[in-house]
């Protein structure tokens, strides 16, 4: 019997997640649940890096863990925790992070990335990748669903393995390999670039309403005129039609704007009928969620102790090896 590969992905509760998060990587969590050994996290640590208001990243936090499970995510097929009820992480990222070259985390594009785009150049977006080794690294993860802007610090997270390794003569870590998401598109956010909250440019996953409205309606377009024929392919409202429209409705709407007399008006309101129907159900089963908190935190509660224990497994060895040691048991 082949053994299920251990399958481990996060996600950042720093803002409401919206539609890029959806079609990026939270569709793909729900459908690889079913193929492995899934540990999903909420990666609040990571989320100190940016966001420095306790009573909105807990807000945050359980809007997270609210979406996933109306969307699909499903407790029974998959272990679902906080990265904060795993004191393991830290604990790996520190032995890490006593390893790791300063030269190596002055190459991270995400960091420079980040920076560029704003964000305070602070210790913990300096080493973000060393913890998020840890992340992977401390439940013997054999597959790693990322996006091609996290492929390096995959690749940083396999290097840092091996340098434990090599340092201490033995096998404590296992080499993760990557795998590379392949989103159904680019989702451009409305301003065009790509949906980030860091550009505040988003559509929430469960606005609805007026809130809805107002989004899609503030997606850019170009000057053409109402009665002019253009071209769907490159419109930013046409490309988020796609995610959401089969083949066949995608052929509809696209010959409209072809023919002309078709405006960007039309479109838009074309895709806000089509977000509302395709999380319908999603939407109508997160209600009933948040009015049963007790069950969700229950997930949480469940899914912390699993990978705990998990975690647990793999540092005791690397504890015994780097010479560490526990004067008492703890929880």
């Known amino acids: 019997m082949t053994k299920k590969k251990t399958i481990l992905s996060g996600i950042q509760p720093s803002g409401k997640l919206h539609i890029g998060n959806y079609f990026g990587a939270m569709r793909q ?23 420095n208001d306790g009573d909105l990243l807990k807000e945050y ?39 790791t070259p300063v030269s190596l985390m002055e190459k991270g594009v995400s960091y420079k990335d980040k920076i560029a785009n704003g964000l305070s150049p602070n210790i913990g977006l300096f080493s973000y990748p060393i913890l998020q080794a840890a992340d ?66 988003t559509i929430n996953i469960f606005a609805e309403g007026k809130d809805l409205k107002k989004r899609v309606m503030a997606i850019q377009t170009d000057s053409t005129a109402l009665e002019d024929p253009k071209d769907p392919e490159t419109c930013n409202v046409y490309s988020l039609i796609k995610l959401f429209a089969d083949k066949d409705k995608q052929k509809e709407v696209a010959d409209k704007y072809r023919a002309g ?29 948040a009015n049963d908190m007790s069950y969700v935190n229950d997930v949480l509660r469940e899914g912390g102790i699993k990978a705990r224990e998990r975690a647990e497994e793999v540092m005791e060895p690397i504890r015994s090896a780097t010479g560490l040691f526990r004067s008492f048991q703890y929880p």
């Open 29 to 51: 969590h729900i459908k690889m649940q079913e193929e492995g050994d899934a540990f999903y996290f909420l990666a609040n640590y990571h989320s100190l890096t940016s966001l």
């Open 61 to 99: 936090t359980t809007d997270v863990v609210l979406d996933y499970l109306a969307l699909g995510l499903d407790p029974d097929k998959c272990t679902f925790f906080a990265q904060s009820d795993v004191p393991q992480t830290t604990e790996l990222a520190w032995i890490l992070g006593c390893l």
């Open 136 to 201: 992977i690294l401390i439940y013997h993860s054999n597959l790693v669903p990322v996006g091609e802007d996290q492929k390096q610090n995959i690749e940083i997270s396999r290097d840092l393995a091996g340098k434990l390794n090599r340092a201490y003569d033995e096998e404590l870590l296992r080499i993760p390999e990557e795998y590379i998401v392949k989103s159904v598109a680019t989702v451009p956010g409305i301003d065009g670039r790509k949906m980030s909250k860091s550009y505040d440019n």
């Open 261 to 289: 007399g078709y405006g960007y008006g039309h479109a838009k309101k074309e895709l806000l009928g089509l977000i509302e129907e395709y999380f319908a159900d999603a939407r109508s089963k997160r209600k009933e969620l």
